[in-house]
C-alpha cells in the first residue's frame, strides 16, 4: 500500500505534517459525533514582554495594560472582578472540542463569572471566549470572523481550540489570549489577564509523571530524574457545564497515532496521550450519581485509546460497562466515540460484545473517507476497503439484538481522485447503504501534505459531492417502520422545539411529545410517523 504514497510524498517522507506556522485539517466531521496536532514547546508567554509564565514557576514583572486608551470614566476594578464580568462561549467543531468548552465554561462559572451560550445574549457579555475547529476552511472562517465582529463591538476577545494551537503566528488572533487545548485549566487565569487588557498566551503540552528514574548531581546539588509522557489533558473532575445537563462527553484521550495527509487536527492535538483508565472510571461513576443519561466518549480516534500507556479500548470499555451495571436502575447509557478502522479491527470481536451491552448504544462511527484503496494509500489511512467492509459486516451482522447502526465520512475530491476511484467510492457506498453519513468536499489545509498536491477543479469536487448527497437521499431506512414499538431514553429538545427527542439502542432519532415530565426517563412507544432522520412515537 505505501508505493503509491512514496511516490506522492517522495522517500524521505515518514507521514508527519509539515509545519510551516500556516495550517489548518480535515478529520472528525463533527456534526453530531466525535470526533479534532505537533504541539508548539515554546514556553507560554504574555505578549509584550508584561508578564512570562512556566509550567514550574511564574515570574511577573509589571503588565501593561494594551488599553491605555480605554474610557477613564469605566471602573475596571468593578467590571473585571470575577463575578461582574459576562462571557460568551463559542465552540465550534467535534465532542472533544465541545467538552473543552463545557469545561472553560464551568471553571469560568465556579470562579463567578456570569457565562452564556446562546447567540442572543453575546452582545450582552463583556469578553467573548472563541473555541475554534481546524477541521475544514469554512469552520475556521467562520472563527476568523466571529474574531473580528467581537473586535468590531468592542469585545475582549480569547481564542481557543485547535485553529490557533496548530496555525502558529502571522494570523488574525497574534494580539490575542490563546487558551491551548491542553491548557483549559489555566481559562479562567487567562480571562482575568485578558480583562485587564493583558495578552496571555498558553499553549504548552501537558506531561505527566510516569516513574522516577533516580537522582544524578548537578552544580547545585543532587535532583530526582522524572521520567514524563504526554498527558491526556486537564484533569476531568474540572467543574463543567452542561450544554445538555443529560450528557457527559468525556475525552479519553488526546492526539492520535495517524498521520493522515489532509489532516491538520493532528498539528493541534499532537500524538496520542491518553488518560489512566481510573481517572475515567471515576468520572463515569460521578456523572453518573448526578444524573447523566447518556455518556459520549470522546477523542480524536478511541480505538487508540491506551497503546501510549500500555491499555487498550476494550479494557477501558469493559471497566464502564461493569459501573453501568453496578447502577443499573440509573438507566445511563454509554455511546462510543469515532474510531478509525486500524484500531478498531484488531479488537472486533470484543467491540461485538460490547455493542450487544444493554447499557452500550449499538452505534460506532467509523469513517472510511473513501472506497478507494489508491486514495486511503495517498492519504495515508492504513487500512483498505475490505478492512473497512469487514467491521461493517460483522457489526451488523453480529451485534445484538438487532445489528448496529455504523456511522460513516466520505471526502469528495482528495487531489488524487481519478474518475474511477470515485466510482468505487459509489460502489462502496450502494453496498453498505448507511444510515448516518457525513459528505463533504476537500478542504486543502494549508501546512499539510494534501495542500501541496495539485487541486482537482471545484466544479468536479462539488459534482461528486452532490452524486454522493443525491445516493445518500435516495435511502430511507425509516420507511415502513410504522407500527414499530421500541423504547427510547429521552434527553433533548428537537432542533424545531415542537418534540423531545430521544434515542433507542440503535441510536436512532425518536421525537415524543414535548412533556417535560419525559426528560431523563426511558419511555415505550410506537411508530407512528417516519422521516429520513427521525421516527415519531407515541406514547405507550
Known amino acids: 500500500m505505501d508505493n503509491q504514497a512514496t511516490s506522492l510524498w517522495g522517500d524521505g517522507y515518514d507521514g508527519r505534517p509539515e509545519c510551516n506556522g500556516d495550517e489548518e485539517d480535515l478529520e472528525d466531521l463533527a456534526v453530531s459525533f466525535e470526533a479534532a496536532t505537533a504541539i508548539q514547546d515554546a514556553d507560554d508567554d504574555r505578549i509584550g514582554g ?46 472533544h472540542n465541545v467538552s473543552d468548552g463545557e469545561y472553560m465554561a464551568g471553571l469560568l462559572s465556579s470562579h463567578g463569572y456570569s457565562v452564556v451560550f446562546e447567540d442572543a445574549k453575546k452582545e450582552d457579555a463583556d469578553l467573548w471566549l472563541l473555541n475554534s475547529c481546524t477541521v475544514k476552511g469554512p469552520s475556521e472562517l467562520s472563527f476568523i470572523n466571529d474574531i473580528k465582529r467581537g473586535q468590531g463591538a468592542g469585545k475582549k476577545v480569547v481564542v481557543a481550540g485547535c485553529v490557533p494551537q496548530a496555525s502558529g503566528t502571522g494570523r488574525e488572533w497574534d494580539n490575542l489570549s490563546v487558551v491551548g487545548v491542553q491548557q483549559i485549566d489555566r481559562v479562567v487565569e487567562v480571562v482575568e489577564e485578558t480583562l485587564k487588557g493583558n495578552v496571555i498566551r498558553l499553549t504548552r503540552e501537558k506531561k505527566v509523571e510516569v516513574e522516577r528514574e533516580g537522582t544524578e548531581s548537578g552544580a547545585d546539588g543532587d535532583y530526582v530524574v522524572v521520567k514524563k509522557r504526554k498527558a491526556g489533558g486537564a484533569k476531568l473532575d474540572l467543574p463543567k457545564v452542561r450544554r445538555n445537563p443529560y450528557v457527559e462527553i468525556i475525552p479519553i484521550n488526546t492526539g492520535c497515532l495517524n498521520q493522515c495527509t489532509y489532516c491538520k487536527t493532528k498539528h493541534a492535538r499532537g500524538d496520542l496521550g491518553s488518560y489512566s483508565p481510573q481517572e475515567i472510571w471515576d468520572r463515569v461513576e ?46 445511563t447509557m454509554l455511546r462510543v466515540g469515532m474510531t478509525n478502522p486500524p484500531y478498531i479491527l484488531e479488537h472486533l470481536d470484543e467491540m461485538v460484545k460490547i455493542l450487544s451491552h444493554p447499557r452500550v448504544f449499538s452505534f460506532l462511527h467509523v469513517p472510511v473517507q473513501s472506497g478507494s484503496n489508491n486514495v486511503l494509500d495517498a492519504m495515508r489511512r492504513q487500512y483498505t476497503v475490505a478492512d473497512f467492509s469487514q467491521i461493517v459486516t460483522t457489526l451488523r451482522d453480529r451485534v445484538t439484538p438487532n445489528g448496529c447502526t455504523v456511522a460513516t465520512d466520505i471526502i469528495c475530491g482528495f487531489p488524487t481522485e481519478t474518475d474511477e476511484d470515485f466510482q468505487e467510492t459509489m460502489e462502496l457506498l450502494r453496498e453498505h447503504t448507511f444510515t448516518v453519513l457525513h459528505i463533504s468536499q476537500f478542504y486543502s489545509r494549508p501546512g499539510t501534505p494534501a495542500a501541496l498536491l495539485p487541486r482537482l477543479p471545484s466544479e468536479l469536487v462539488k459534482a461528486r459531492s452532490r452524486i454522493v448527497s443525491q445516493l445518500f437521499n435516495e435511502h430511507q431506512p425509516n420507511e415502513g417502520l410504522e407500527g414499530l414499538v421500541t423504547k427510547a431514553l429521552v434527553t433533548e429538545l428537537s432542533s424545531d422545539g415542537k418534540f423531545y427527542v430521544g434515542h433507542d439502542k440503535l441510536y436512532r432519532q425518536i421525537l415524543v411529545p414535548k412533556d417535560e415530565r419525559l426528560l431523563g426517563r426511558w419511555v415505550e412507544v410506537e411508530i407512528v410517523r417516519t422521516g429520513k432522520f427521525f421516527l415519531e412515537g407515541k406514547l405507550l
Open 50 to 95: 508584561a508578564v512570562t509564565l512556566s509550567h514550574s514557576k511564574r515570574e511577573e514583572t509589571p503588565v501593561q495594560n494594551v488599553n491605555a486608551n480605554a474610557d477613564s470614566n469605566q471602573t475596571e476594578s468593578d467590571l473585571f472582578l470575577p463575578g461582574q464580568a459576562k462571557v460568551w462561549v463559542k465552540t465550534w467543531g467535534c465532542g
Open 286 to 331: 460521578a456523572v453518573i450519581q448526578e444524573g447523566v443519561k447518556e455518556i459520549w466518549l470522546t477523542s480524536e480516534d478511541t480505538g487508540a485509546y491506551g497503546r501510549d500507556i500500555g491499555v487498550s479500548i476494550v479494557e477501558l470499555l469493559w471497566g464502564i460497562v461493569a459501573i453501568l451495571e453496578r447502577y443499573n436502575d440509573s438507566g
